[in-house]
């Protein structure tokens, strides 16, 4: 049987390998004894080391899904029927470096409004007793799951069932997370399912929020093994473990996939004739700030280098944002933004640090104030700072600039912070500057009505003492 699925001269290593291990299990059988879940798994096991599988010469795609489709079944059927030749034990469990397995014997006179739970590794299967639809008899029934530690790197995601998961336009990137699993029922007669059964699948990785999990069953008809997942949902999702409910019992796992963020087309029309008028709009005040020389000061240019910042970050956000084919481009893309818009707010800073100063002294700075203020303390800061603070976060994180969606910050590990940080620290400090301008231009028109009411009764008594 063997020799007949799978290629003529492909597979006689991985053949021979499996008529060996059957014949070890079907001598267990035939000496009548009752036999152990480790004597089953043992040899199984060494044959799901990758190396194995790979000179067992299933170089083809095909012969891959027929090999580990042969295995699943073998092991299930070889779990099925140990746990139904050990009727004195209810439960038994064993977990080897490649498979967890455990089975649970039903008795048929058995109360059927059980949720029987199994587990291996870290996965669960929960099962109703009444999803079992099995005509009347005396005999038992036997659950079984098995988790399985190194065949998801087997059948990865190059086996997706194209007409499926592959069509959804709206999901990317898709990597399977979780361990595979199988869930098997039966007496050695087939069964149908009449309620769905549930089962929980930790993450080999923490979920992402721009991910999606899709929950996926091992499908094979006419020699094409692929991921499918119809009959199949996600009821439950975390960024640990993904609840999935199917309502047949085969091979699962677990497939996350970057999610496509619909885009609204009166929110692009918005953003992009608003950010063109702004473009327009700051370029004219950046021709007027170099053009009228009679507006020239410290003042102007702090507002020059701001117009600058926000026109080449809007501009580079509205041509650039989402350019995410090449990782390395728009990972700078996202540096570069990160760079001009936090530039944009360190510019709003010194505009608020020489408004509070002038306030305070009350008198226009004169030229070599303005001349020093520039050149000593302006330009260094106010593009030294952003730079400096994007330095030092790509060298922490440099995985952190883009994402599957926009060249932006990566929301994970908090990277989004090397720029709200900078951000709520100069927004907090230029309130401060605003209420303390506040108070001193009070104490100071106090001060102005003091001196004025003053003047006033000089000027009284000026002419009341002065003659006629």
């Known amino acids: 049987m063997c020799k007949d699925i799978f290629q003529q001269g492909s597979t006689s290593e991985f053949c021979s390998f499996m008529n060996s291990t059957l014949v070890n299990l079907e001598t267990m059988c035939a000496e009548d004894r009752a036999a152990s879940l480790e004597e089953v798994a043992r040899p199984f096991g060494s044959f799901l080391n990758s190396s194995i599988l790979s000179a067992g010469g299933t170089e083809r795609k095909r012969d891959m899904a027929s090999a580990v489709t042969f295995l699943l079944q073998s092991v299930e059927l070889a779990a099925l029927t140990v746990a139904l030749r050990s009727p004195e034990n ?125 929950c996926v069953h091992w499908k094979f008809i006419a020699g094409k093994g692929t991921w499918a997942e119809d009959g199949c949902k996600s009821l439950q999702t975390n960024s640990t473990h993904t609840i999935c409910s199917c309502d047949r019992l085969s091979s699962f796992a677990l497939l996350m996939g970057h999610t496509r963020m619909e885009e609204s087309y009166p929110l692009t029309v918005v953003t992009y004739v608003g950010l063109t008028f702004s473009l327009l709009c700051l370029l004219l005040a950046i021709l007027t700030f170099l053009l009228c020389r009679s507006i020239r000061n410290v003042s102007t240019s702090l507002h020059l280098q701001l117009c600058l910042c926000l026109f080449l970050a809007n501009l580079l956000f509205l041509t650039a944002v989402t350019r995410t084919r090449s990782g390395v481009v728009c990972a700078v893309i996202a540096g570069f933004l990160h760079y001009l818009f936090l530039a944009s707010f360190t510019w709003m800073f010194l505009e608020g640090l020489h408004l509070f100063l002038t306030v305070q002294n009350l008198q226009v700075m004169n030229y070599t104030s303005a001349s020093r203020f520039k050149k000593r303390f302006m330009y260094p800061f106010g593009y030294g700072f952003p730079a400096l603070v994007v330095a030092i976060s790509a060298a922490v994180n440099p995985g952190g600039y883009g994402t599957s969606n926009h060249c932006w910050l990566s929301l994970e590990r908090g990277f989004h912070w090397s720029f709200l940080g900078p951000v709520c620290a100069i927004i907090l400090i230029n309130l401060t500057f605003f209420i303390v301008t506040l108070w001193i231009l009070r104490d100071k028109l106090s001060s102005l009505n003091e001196d004025v009411s003053t003047l006033k009764d000089t000027r009284k008594q000026l002419a009341l003492s002065t003659p006629s």
């Open 90 to 214: 209810k439960t038994q469990n064993v977990t080897t470096e490649f498979m967890a397995i455990e089975t649970l014997l039903v008795p048929a006179a058995s109360c059927c409004d059980e949720v029987f739970r199994l587990r291996g590794q870290e996965e669960t299967i929960d099962i109703h007793c009444n999803a079992v639809a099995r005509a009347a008899t005396e005999d038992p029934w036997v659950v079984a799951f098995i988790s399985y530690s190194t065949l998801g790197s087997i059948i990865n995601t190059a086996f997706l069932d194209e007409g499926d998961l592959m069509a959804d336009e709206k999901m990317r990137n898709f990597h399977l997370n979780s361990r595979v699993v199988s869930g098997a029922i039966g007496d050695g007669t087939p069964m149908n399912l009449s309620k769905p059964v549930n089962f929980t699948l930790r993450h080999r990785q923490a979920k992402k929020e721009e991910e999606e999990a899709c």
